[in-house]
């Protein structure tokens, strides 16, 4: 559940003030008139102080027994270099709780989840001391590891849960303070296929060296689902916008697809690469309705691209309504 709580232009701008200077240990935040405020950035007393010290000297003070608040903590010093700890203590009131634990993806969503290594639930003040600390990596280390596969997909499939909204401007904004832009040949392919013109499909892919949207020249249009399916990489993700025209009923469609294909197989790619794409999934479909007036009739998202059947797609595009049957009377006895 999202509580549809954004975060305030003063928060994101303590936030970017944190990630700007080291001497900031953390930055506390809450909410209030229902957007989430910063309360104040920790700076630590020297540049040298350990984690462990911080937490005990400048995050301690500010936790209480019964009031809700949200903690980001410099902890790791290379990237991502955060966690975000969000703190609901039991006898905090019942809609402060409520409101905390349904905004906390919120929050590491709209600052930009790529500067998170982990998000932390705690429910007493003990949780939030050095001790605390130590324990919670203690249990951490305890856990099944995983393998590289399964990480790399946990980590783009948190992105997914936590990606953020687009913006309507040319650059995608994966963040505040990331932005991706589009190429102008990807664009211009947009806009012809908004137009009404006899393109049918525009396949995108992410640059990772210049971490820009651009297109994928297709050697032939498709003419059918199947086609399209064998267009789609099967080793990186894809975003694919495709006018699907065909008969139905005895007359002619051509509704908009949209699929976003994400291949299981990690082992290509970088986990950041991956995860660019659910990240910037929505800030695309914005830019591609916004400037290029595509507005998808349906969206569907897989991982392999043989997932896509034309079945499964005209089930989407035409479900067959439920026929209800009546009530039948009983019978009478007797003759």
Do not use: W
Request: glycine share 4%.
């Amino acid at each position: 559940m999202q509580s549809g709580i954004s975060a305030s232009q003063e928060l994101v701008s303590q936030f970017n003030e944190l990630l700007a200077s080291d001497r900031h240990f953390g930055l506390l935040a809450t909410i209030s008139s229902e957007k989430l405020q910063p309360l104040t950035l920790l700076t630590a007393s020297s540049p040298g102080s350990s984690f462990s010290s911080n937490v005990d000297t400048l995050l301690q003070p500010h936790i209480k027994p019964n009031e809700a608040l949200y903690i980001i903590l410099r902890r790791y010093t290379s990237t991502p270099a955060l966690v975000a700890v969000t703190y609901v203590p039991d006898p905090a009131p019942v809609r402060q709780k409520m409101l905390f634990s349904s905004t906390r993806l919120s929050l590491v969503r709209e600052l930009g989840s790529e500067h998170f290594r982990e998000t932390i639930f705690a429910t007493t003040a003990e949780e939030l001391t050095s001790a605390g600390f130590e324990k919670h990596d203690a249990h951490t280390a305890l856990e099944a590891p995983l393998t590289e596969e399964e990480r790399s997909l946990g980590e783009v499939r948190r992105a997914e849960q936590e990606a953020g909204m687009g913006t309507s401007t040319r650059e995608l904004h994966l963040s505040k303070n990331m932005a991706m832009p589009v190429a102008e040949p990807a664009m211009a392919a947009l806009r012809e296929l908004g137009s009404g013109t006899d393109r049918s499909l525009v396949m995108l892919k992410i640059n990772p060296d210049s971490e820009s949207v651009e297109l994928v020249p297709n050697e032939a249009t498709p003419s059918s689902i199947p086609e399209l399916a064998q267009a789609i990489s099967t080793t990186e993700p894809r975003f694919t916008f495709y006018r699907f025209t065909h008969s139905y009923n005895g007359s002619e469609t051509s509704p908009l697809l949209f699929l976003y294909t994400c291949p299981s197989n990690p082992s290509t790619k970088a986990i950041k690469f991956r995860m660019m794409y659910p990240l910037m999934k929505r800030a695309l479909l914005d830019i591609a309705e916004k400037e290029a007036r595509l507005l998808p009739d349906k969206k569907f998202e897989v991982e392999e691209p043989s997932e896509i059947t034309e079945e499964a797609v005209l089930a989407e595009l035409h479900p067959r309504a439920e026929v209800k049957k009546g009530f039948a009377r009983p019978k009478r006895p007797g003759r």
